[in-house]
């Protein structure tokens, strides 16, 4: 763990950080320097570029619909030779939060209860599944660092980091704490004002600074709505992960073998 940096502070690339380095079962560790997420790169410096392509990535999992991909194309260095996965499914005219703000009365509640039902119904949505399986296939052949992100580095990069961490044995404090890290208040604060005119813009109304907040940051409660949608549904979250995303002992004892130290 000597000179690990969970947190990276980067020019144009919000969010980025390491999500390994937690305790995980058996008193054995998630490794440092192999899993990685963060909001997209297209604001990337060259000197962000630079950093992310000494990490020396083997895959980039872009959680984004093609749209999403489409108004904000990533950046790359040139050193980048990795793997990126991405699919085309579910793609929208409108995205659903989009959608939520043209309707909504954008206060704190009415953000709040679309995270809410979001998370209840993320980990099914096909799109997903889909990446996810890719995902979790790829982390037990990738000989090098992995690098999830969607568009803000928050839900569904946060879902997957959380699975993730459940896979790997890591204890519930850590994977939510780990996911709460997304609330950097100084990086609220610097970013709320081009979330009130995104909204502006669209609606003609200015949300107040703590809807603002609500819609950017995520709360424990998120998440656990997510596990408990797919205990409801397949029982436990192992059963999820090796129905509905494919991970089966083998690939499991391949992700641990990569991961765990």
């Known amino acids: ?33 192999r899993l990685y997420r963060s909001a997209h790169h297209a604001g990337a410096s060259d000197r962000d570029l630079e950093r992310i392509d000494a990490l020396g990535l083997h895959v980039l999992v872009d959680l984004r619909r ?8 990533n950046r790359q260095g040139p050193g980048f030779g990795g793997r990126v996965i991405d699919n085309d499914e579910g793609d929208k005219p409108l995205d659903d939060f989009h959608s939520h703000i043209l309707t909504s009365d954008h206060s ?25 399986r890719r995902y979790f296939a790829a982390l037990a052949d990738a000989d090098g660092p992995v690098l999830i992100h969607c568009a803000a580095g ?31 208040h100084a990086r609220f604060e610097r970013r709320a004002p081009l979330f009130a005119a995104w909204v502006q813009d669209l609606t003609g109304r200015t949300p107040s600074q ?7 940051g995520v709360e424990a409660e998120y998440l656990h709505l997510a596990i ?34």
């Open 66 to 73: 093609p749209s999403e991909r489409a108004r904000n194309p």
């Open 1 to 33: 763990m000597s000179g690990f940096e969970r947190m990276w502070a980067l020019d144009g690339v919000e969010n980025f950080r390491d999500f390994g380095g937690y305790p995980a079962a058996s008193g054995r560790r998630v490794r440092s320097g």
């Open 108 to 132: 704190v509640e009415s953000m709040r209860d679309f995270m809410r039902e979001y998370y209840r119904h993320a980990p099914f949505e096909p799109r997903h599944i889909d990446l996810y």
């Open 154 to 184: 928050k839900d569904r990069t946060g879902l997957l980091a959380a699975l993730t961490h459940r896979l790997l044995g890591v204890g519930e404090d850590d994977t939510i704490a780990d996911y709460l890290l997304t609330n950097d």
């Open 228 to 261: 408990d949608a797919i205990e409801a549904r397949y029982g436990s979250v192992d059963s999820y992960l090796e129905l509905a995303l494919g991970v089966d002992a083998a690939l499991k004892a391949g992700i641990e073998a990569r991961l765990l130290e």
């Open 210 to 216: 703590e809807a603002v907040f609500a819609g950017m």
